[in-house]
């Protein structure tokens, strides 16, 4: 069965540094997110991209985070200079739309770690 | 009032009993509901998807939705230890490009052998 996979399992990073998380979705999916859950707290979304565009970012979404579909199988989140608060599990996820359907594909998750 | 609630438990339940879990909602543009099931430091996995109001029967699982209540609800039959996990409400607009999904905090199951 078709699965979103994402590296690496596990970052650690300095305050400071930037970072770049990896997704490659299941591969006839045409939208793409990014969703991010800090321990012990909910499943929040941050943007979605379809057409290699983002259609709606979260106010957690700020300037520095981007989001890229460098080539026609991998999606990557880029956070420029990351915060201690930036630790969390980052979820991508993608969907195929269709007409009454919506439903989106988790993959296992990055977790990184900021000190 | 939080867009979804969901009650975080924990839930403890011996093996073969018959779990419900719910949800609310305050924004009535919601259209989708989903529920996944999430362990321990693992991505959410879909378990049952259902579109505005009615049932859904999938197995073990059943998934209604009451749009009036703004209420939604998982039921899990004869349920098993591999059942146990965080199970997550999840719900969208409909209509648009974009389908983000608001997320419940979870609720956590464990079923007891």
């Known amino acids: 069965e078709p699965e979103v996979t994402q590296t690496p399992s596990h970052q650690v990073t300095q305050m400071g540094q930037e970072v770049i998380l990896r997704c490659v979705p299941i591969s006839n999916h045409l939208y793409f997110y990014w969703y991010r859950q800090i321990l012990g707290q909910k499943v929040e979304f941050l943007v979605s991209?379809?057409?290699?565009?983002?259609?709606?970012k979260s106010e957690i979404f700020d300037d520095q985070f981007s989001v890229e579909r460098p080539d026609g199988s991998n999606f990557t989140l880029k956070i420029r200079s990351t915060k201690l608060e930036d630790s969390a599990m980052y979820f991508c996820?993608?969907?195929?739309?269709?007409?009454?359907?919506?439903?989106?594909?988790f993959g296992p998750g990055t977790r990184l770690t900021v000190l | 009032q939080k867009e979804v609630e969901q009650d975080p438990g924990p839930l403890s339940v011996p093996e073969g009993a018959i779990v419900s879990l719910n949800c609310t909602y305050s924004?009535?543009?919601?259209?989708?509901f989903m529920w996944y099931r999430q362990y321990s430091r693992k991505g959410p996995e879909l378990l049952m998807y259902?579109?505005?109001?009615g049932n859904k029967e999938d197995g073990r699982f059943t998934a209604q939705v009451d749009k009036s209540s703004k209420y939604i609800s998982l039921f899990i039959r004869d349920s098993q230890p591999s059942d146990s996990a965080t199970y997550l409400c999840?719900?969208?607009?409909?209509?648009?490009?974009?389908?983000?999904?608001?997320f419940g905090k979870g609720t956590l199951l464990t079923v007891n052998p």
């Open positions: 924004n009535s543009a919601f259209q989708y």
């Open positions: 259902t579109y505005s109001s």
């Open positions: 999840a719900m969208s607009n409909s209509g648009g490009s974009n389908y983000k999904l608001t």
């Open positions: 991209f379809y057409n290699n565009e983002i259609s709606e």
């Open positions: 996820a993608s969907s195929e739309p269709q007409r009454g359907t919506d439903t989106q594909y």
